[in-house]
């Protein structure tokens, strides 16, 4: 927005405006990337702590944390006069984020049926691209509001931040969390407001009480324990989703896509309108995989989707390097500039039936109860540090690689498509305490994780002579 770069950045502004500039290097400010990472950051540091603030006060709570931080940080950028309270803001924000991101998709799929988990789960991807949407649509709006056009923009966040803190007073805690805080009773009636009250819950609830047993069990930290050799498929992909989710280049394309359209010639309100059009491609992808992931699987969604980015990448790489050439000084032809939105436009279909939502859903899934939380931080706290360290380097690798730059992130679409056909098990329709024997048979985590032994049979008394 012009009121928000002359007030913040006029050098990108007067770079905008210099026909002689490299498009490719517009936007390379260490400043702007520090306003824009700077809440990733924050929320690294946060998802090292909410996972052992999770188990200790639970996921409702967790996520009440977050609000409150969400919305403190919307006032401060909302009433910012200078870069010091954008980036103190943002910091807040990410916070928000690392509380938030590391206890909803837990607390979803705690609180699914199995048979639906991937769609519930796949929800909270869902509602996080309805975010960017109406935030978009907010931009666009806002864009043509002189001077102070850009409060109204992010002064909105305020809205979900309130929505969320009292939605989140309302809906109960989660089984699970109940019973590792020894609230039996408060966890039946968890369960029984979730399931529905002519439902039998106490199956289900056994399993529960089950599995915080055995965490009792392992009295040093969730941790110290995901690191042990039992635990190893598990912290291989506590490890390798968030990173190769990361390396796909979506991130990088969402948050900088109307600075993509903005580079092969769209003027910035046209540039914010082709955002506001992926956006629509987003939503509609997530809402077939929401409808898919538990019929199909998440393996078949994985597989169709990294072939889709990689046509894309490679497509984007092609079409950047033939027409805006290796020093950006090109005037890209208006079919291809269509040609670009295309390509962004099935790019994030493609990742909205793949990365996108199976991101949430298959570290909210696989851990066992006594590492979940340790588990889910460190896959957040992972994905968090990529982005900061991507969102604080894209603009300069665009600028240093050209359109060399979606070519690299071809060459990991093809590497981790190659490990999730190898590595990782189908999960769909397994109750999420039974997901131990999953690992159990596979090929090669079974050297890994031995199969859970068979509870003891129930003692039989015997009857009246």
Not at 25 to 32: K, R
Not at 155 to 175: K, M, Q, R, S
Not at 246 to 266: C, D, R
Not at 420 to 435: D, H, Q, R, Y
Request: aromatic share 12%; with cysteine.
């Amino acid at each position: 927005m012009q009121s928000f770069l002359e007030k913040f950045f006029p050098d990108i502004w007067e770079k905008m405006n210099n026909a002689q500039q490299d498009a490719y290097c517009i936007f390379d400010s260490q400043v702007l990337t520090t306003f824009v990472s700077s809440l990733y950051l924050a929320g690294v540091f946060a998802c090292l702590i909410a996972g052992h603030v999770t188990r200790k006060v639970g996921r409702r709570n967790s996520m009440l944390i977050g609000a409150s931080l969400f919305f403190v940080g919307a006032i401060l950028n909302t009433a910012a006069v200078n870069i010091a309270m954008l980036v103190i803001g943002r910091v807040l924000l990410g916070f928000a984020v690392g509380f938030t991101n590391q206890s909803a998709p837990v607390y979803l799929a705690e609180i699914a049926p199995a048979r639906w988990r991937g769609a519930f789960t796949s929800i909270f991807h869902f509602f996080l691209n309805v975010g960017m949407f109406v935030a978009d649509l907010v931009n666009y709006r806002a864009n043509t509001i002189p001077v102070w056009g850009w409060r109204l923009s992010l002064g909105v966040a305020i809205i979900p931040a309130a929505v969320i803190l009292v939605g989140a007073a309302f809906i109960p805690d989660t089984p699970n969390s109940l019973v590792l805080r020894g609230k039996l009773d408060d966890a039946r009636a968890s369960l029984r407001r979730i399931r529905g009250a002519a439902a039998d819950v106490d199956v289900e609830l056994k399993d529960i009480i089950r599995a915080a047993e055995e965490d009792r069990q392992h009295q040093s930290g969730a941790f110290r324990r995901i690191v042990r050799r039992e635990y190893r498929p598990h912290l291989v992909m506590a490890i390798a989703v968030p990173v190769f989710f990361e390396l796909t280049g979506m991130i990088v394309v969402t948050l900088f896509t109307p600075l993509l359209f903005y580079t092969v010639g769209f003027s910035s309100q046209k540039a914010i309108l082709g955002s506001i059009i992926t956006d629509v491609v987003s939503l509609a992808s997530i809402a077939v995989a929401t409808l898919t992931v538990d019929r199909y699987g998440r393996r078949t969604l994985f597989m169709l989707g990294g072939g889709v980015l990689l046509v894309c990448l490679v497509g984007m790489a092609w079409t950047y390097g033939a027409q805006l050439g290796s020093n950006g000084g090109k005037s890209m032809p208006r079919g291809y500039a269509v040609a670009v939105v295309a390509l962004v436009c099935v790019f994030n279909a493609g990742f909205g039936i793949s990365w996108g939502p199976l991101k949430w859903i298959i570290p909210s899934e696989i851990f066992p109860l006594e590492v979940r939380s340790a588990g889910q931080s460190m896959s957040e706290a992972i994905s968090l540090t990529l982005t900061f360290v991507q969102t604080q380097s894209f603009l300069q690798m665009l600028c240093s690689f050209k359109f060399g730059a979606f070519a690299y992130n071809a060459a990991w679409v093809v590497i981790m498509t190659a490990f999730i056909a190898a590595f990782l098990p189908e999960t769909k329709g397994v109750p999420i305490e039974s997901l131990g024997a999953v690992w159990a048979q596979h090929w090669y985590w079974k050297r890994f994780v031995k199969p859970t032994p068979p509870p003891p049979p129930a003692k039989q008394t015997d009857g009246p002579a």
